[in-house]
């Protein structure tokens, strides 16, 4: 089972707000994603951890993103001082054998 | 760098046609190639996967080769159905020995009717 839940689904905020989202893998997986998907588009990578070692972010991200996966398991996406244009589908991803992307549902982020 | 191109859509057909979606791609080594599958409001769903040249994936009557040669990994079905109805997206990742940040085609909206 390489399962992946993510929390919430739906997320409706002000800007200027902060906001957490939370992937849980069902299995373990040593690599995990993030990414992000407005429509139309594909996913755009943002981070990804090797266990609890954050060893890529996107050059694209900015400093108000920070994600954590504090004990290789779980990992959290923080967004700060929230802006319209951060209003996408944020994706957690699983990296298999050939690094195949198991994908959870997806986070919906509104901000108004 | 890395990077896939995919036919743009929608691609329009009738329940039962032959599906053909192109995609090609440039890498630096021997990337592993991936179709995705995206249902309306759904995170993406692995369909396929080539490891190495001349592989063939295949699920769900989907096929895709992987051609060296072209740098093409074509997605097809011999007989689509409506819930076939999505965005299918090509993808590649160079995994070890290279990077492990995969690329992402832009997608391409199949739309079946009945």
């Known amino acids: 089972d390489t399962g992946v839940s993510q929390n919430p689904r739906h997320k409706i905020t002000k800007r200027g707000q902060n906001v957490t989202f939370r992937c849980d893998p069902i299995?373990?997986?040593?690599?995990l994603y993030w990414y992000r998907q407005t429509l139309g588009q594909g996913p755009e990578f943002l981070t990804y951890?090797?266990?609890?070692?954050?060893?890529?972010k996107s050059r694209l991200l900015s400093d108000r993103f920070s994600a954590e996966r504090p004990k290789g398991s779980f990992s959290t996406l923080e967004i700060q001082r929230t802006e319209q244009g951060d209003s996408a589908m944020y994706l957690c991803?699983?990296?298999?054998?050939?690094?195949?992307?198991?994908f959870g549902p997806g986070t919906r982020l509104t901000v108004l | 760098g890395d990077s896939v191109t995919q036919m743009e859509g929608p691609v329009t057909l009738s329940e039962e046609a032959f599906l053909t979606i192109n995609c090609t791609y440039t890498?630096?080594?021997?990337?592993?190639l991936f179709w995705y599958v995206q249902y309306p409001g759904e995170g993406l769903q692995l369909l396929l996967k080539?490891?190495?040249?001349?592989d063939k994936g295949s699920n769900k009557g989907f096929e895709a080769t992987y051609r060296k040669e072209t740098t093409s990994f074509h997605l097809e079905k011999g007989s689509v159905q409506v819930s076939d109805s999505a965005v299918y997206f090509c993808?590649?990742?160079?995994?070890?020995?290279?990077?492990?940040?995969?690329?992402f085609g832009r997608g391409t909206s199949l739309i079946v009717h009945p």
């Open positions: 991803a699983l990296g298999g054998l050939y690094n195949e992307q198991f």
């Open positions: 299995s373990e997986h040593n690599r």
């Open positions: 951890f090797q266990n609890e070692a954050q060893l890529e």
């Open positions: 890498a630096t080594g021997y990337p592993s």
């Open positions: 080539a490891t190495k040249a001349d």
């Open positions: 993808a590649l990742s160079e995994g070890s020995g290279g990077s492990y940040i995969p690329t």
